[in-house]
Each structure stands twice: as C-alpha cells, then as structure tokens.
C-alpha cells in the first residue's frame, strides 16, 4: 500500500486518547506471572483541551496476564477534572468514544464516552465495559461543569 493510501485511511480512524500509567497496587499475590493489580491511568480529552481524566481499573495478572490471554475485569471508576482553560478542539458528539483500551484477548473493550450537558453546561463521561455478544451494565460517571479558568 502506498504512503498516500495508508494515510488516507488513517484519517478516518477516531481520534482517541492515549492513556498514561500513574500509578498501581496489587490485589492479589500470584505464584507465576504478575501479580492480580489495580491501575490508574490518566488521559487527556482529544478534542477538549484542559479536561484530563483519570482510570482505574483491575488488571489480571497470573501467566494468562503476563501473556496478554487474560480477560480483565468489568469495573472501573472515572474522575475527570479541569486541569485548565476548556477549549473545544472540534466539534462534539453525544456518545463519542474518547478512550478505549482492549481488555481480553479479542472480545472485550472498556471505553470512556462523552456527551455535553447543555442546560447544565457541563461535560459528562462514562467508563464502561463492552463484549461483542454480551457487555456489562457496570459503569462509572463523572461530570465537569464548564468554567472560566483563571488567569495566572
């Protein structure tokens, strides 16, 4: 495939968050492989500059963990916070995936959505983990009023 071609087709891929490991604990001791753990990751908003987001969610750890074969857990908590002045970046919309990160080998994802409040004029996210043939009803949300940011 040519440069040009491949190009083309990399804009048509969604504009999503990269997350950014801060910090994790175990949970679990595992004999072989690493240890069952909670992490945090923290993520910016692509389209919505001075948003960062924060993640926590369970990692299996184990031999299937170490491997990458294991299926992760369904929960996980969300804290999004102002972290500057909000500029939208582009346009919103209602729903759009913001973060997704794979949590089994194939099946599962845990995505971060985002939709904006206007008769509150604030910006709602939601964690929550999907399976192509069943998802999980647990979920996470988190809610950030729109404000001026002061000026240093």
Not at 57 to 66: E, F, L, N, P, V
Not at 84 to 112: A, C, N, W, Y
Request: aromatic share 8%; net charge negative.
């Amino acid at each position: 495939m040519r440069p040009a071609a491949l190009m083309g087709l990399l804009a048509f891929l969604p504009l999503l968050a990269q997350g950014r490991e801060i910090g994790e604990v175990d949970t679990a001791f595992k004999w072989l492989g690493p240890n069952h753990r909670i992490v945090v990751e923290a993520f910016d908003d692509p389209k919505v500059q001075g948003v960062t987001c924060y993640l926590s969610r369970a990692k299996t750890g184990g031999i299937k963990g170490g491997l990458g074969l294991a299926e992760d857990r369904a929960e996980a908590s969300i804290a999004c916070r102002q972290v500057g002045p909000i500029r939208l970046l582009d346009d919103l919309e209602d729903g759009e995936v913001v973060f997704r990160e794979r949590t089994s080998l194939i099946f599962k994802t845990m995505q971060v959505v985002r939709f904006y409040d206007e008769a509150r004029n604030a910006l709602v996210y939601l964690v929550y983990s999907d399976r192509v043939i069943e998802g999980s009803p647990q979920n996470a949300v988190t809610a950030i009023p729109i404000q001026p940011w002061p000026e240093p």
